[in-house]
């Protein structure tokens, strides 16, 4: 379904505050957002359940569904009954096979349930404001965009989806007659909705939003400098560079750096746990296996800690311990924001001397486009299943060995030119452009997509 051309500058971006996916996914729009004073600022991204002046029975309603959403996360970690006790969870958000394909639309239970409660009226008082001036609606979360259908929205309503796949509960309750729009990541979640009955005109294949400040714009200026500096980096004996030099001279260009050119930084990691913090553990296992090298200025590890301050002060304890808070110059850091909008700046930032990004295979999955080669913690809950194998279909992720030996098989892995591999993968077969895209859709009436030459 084309759209009637826009002459529109901004819209209005509804996220939620539950982890970090959906609000990161968001924080890419912000250049064209409108807050619900009207004013349009890199702050005025809604989150849909702790606005000013939210219901008190609608801020409960989510309140509930984040504290489930963390101890799902955290559950898994529990010794003996841990995993048995996630599975039953994880079982109710579940992604379905794909494979026979199949008529998929049948409501399930959950869905069922958040619209029992979105007819009772949890978000109406959301749309009342939004509707006192209507803009297109991008929300990075299902929830909103069903709160603006069922309430008479007035303008257009667009819903992006954050994983390679998605449940049913990313479908509405009757997708024939819905007139939402998605805006998707990737061809998979394409084929995903129709199996759940959403109209194919109604779905765009964007590419997740990745942040611009490291692509750099259509040029990709940015994002190649930083890419031409890591595969040196991932390439110590220069084994992927001499095998592949044409290719990197014709996608780098000037930022391409030979075999033999000067190493600019120590090899840097970045660790990243997720919005619950229940792999904070791991961290400290790289650190500790790492520690020498770092001590010796060797590598440089970043370890994330969000907007936690748990793990902030549990990171903060691990380096004092292992002897290294006094001498760490620079080698090791812990990136911690009182907010998330700090949180995202300050991770984007990193991200451009990043040489190795370790995390689970959560919506950063999707960073391997910016050609950071993926290091994947193990899984948490059913979408990160379909992630991990995402990555490794693009050749952009590999499965972490054990951490406790990270000193042995990173180095292996590096001497390889496996890592600068992978570094190209992502770079070259995922997409990048997705924010790009997004606004051409959504601010001009474009029917804006992925480039064929992105694979998956």
């Known amino acids: 379904m084309l759209q009637k051309p826009s002459t529109n500058s901004s819209a209005y971006v509804v996220t939620v505050d539950m982890g970090y996916g959906h609000q990161r996914a968001a924080f890419p729009l912000r250049d064209f957002a409108v807050g619900l004073d009207g004013v349009k600022s890199e702050e005025a991204i809604i989150n849909a359940n702790h606005y000013a002046g939210i219901p008190n029975a609608d801020r409960r309603r989510w309140e509930s569904g984040r504290k489930l959403y963390e101890s799902v996360s955290r559950v898994k970690n529990w010794p003996l009954v841990g995993e048995r006790l996630f599975s039953v969870m994880d079982y109710f958000q579940r992604i379905e096979p794909f494979y026979p394909k199949r008529d998929l639309s049948r409501p399930t239970f959950q869905l069922r349930s958040i619209y029992s ?64 729009k998605y805006l998707v990541p990737n061809r998979r979640v394409k084929e995903r909705l129709g199996l759940y009955g959403v109209k194919a005109d109604q779905i765009f294949i964007t590419g997740f939003p990745l942040p611009k400040e490291n692509i750099g714009g259509r040029d990709l ?130 991200l451009l001397t990043t040489d190795v990004l370790w995390t689970k295979p959560s919506e950063l999955s999707f960073y391997a486009g910016l050609g950071l080669p993926i290091i994947m913690a193990p899984t948490v809950g059913s979408q990160e299943v379909f992630n991990k194998s995402w990555l490794e279909s693009t050749g952009a992720g590999v499965q972490q060995e054990d951490p406790k030996y990270t000193h042995e098989w990173l180095f292996d892995w590096l001497k390889s030119g496996w890592l600068a591999e992978a570094a190209m993968n992502g770079f070259l077969d995922a997409p990048r452009n997705g924010a790009y895209h997004i606004e051409e859709v959504v601010l001009r009436g474009k029917r804006s997509e992925i480039e064929d030459i992105h694979l998956l």
């Open 117 to 180: 409660m979105i007819r009772k009226g949890w978000g109406k008082d959301l749309i009342e404001r939004l509707n006192k001036s209507p803009l297109p609606l991008v929300s990075a979360f299902f929830s909103p965009a069903y709160f603006a259908e069922e309430h008479g929205y007035k303008g257009d309503i667009y819903l992006l989806c954050c994983d390679t796949d998605v449940s049913r509960a990313w479908a509405p309750l009757v997708p024939a007659k819905s007139r939402i």
């Open 221 to 350: 200026r940015v994002l190649k400098k930083s890419l031409g500096e890591r595969v040196a980096h991932l390439d110590p004996d220069g084994r992927y560079r001499k095998k592949y030099h044409e290719t990197l001279e014709e996608f780098l260009g000037d930022s391409y750096r030979p075999f033999g050119s000067e190493v600019r930084h120590p090899l840097t990691i970045t660790f990243a746990v997720g919005g619950a913090g229940a792999q904070k553990d791991l961290g400290a296992q790289i650190l500790t296996s790492l520690r020498h090298h770092v001590d010796k200025g060797l590598v440089r590890l970043n370890l994330v800690a969000g907007t936690r301050n748990d793990v902030y002060l549990f990171y903060q304890r691990v380096i004092k311990e292992l002897g290294l808070l006094k001498k760490q110059n620079g080698h090791v850091s812990i990136l911690f924001a009182d907010n998330k909008l700090e949180y995202f700046k300050k991770f984007n930032q990193i």
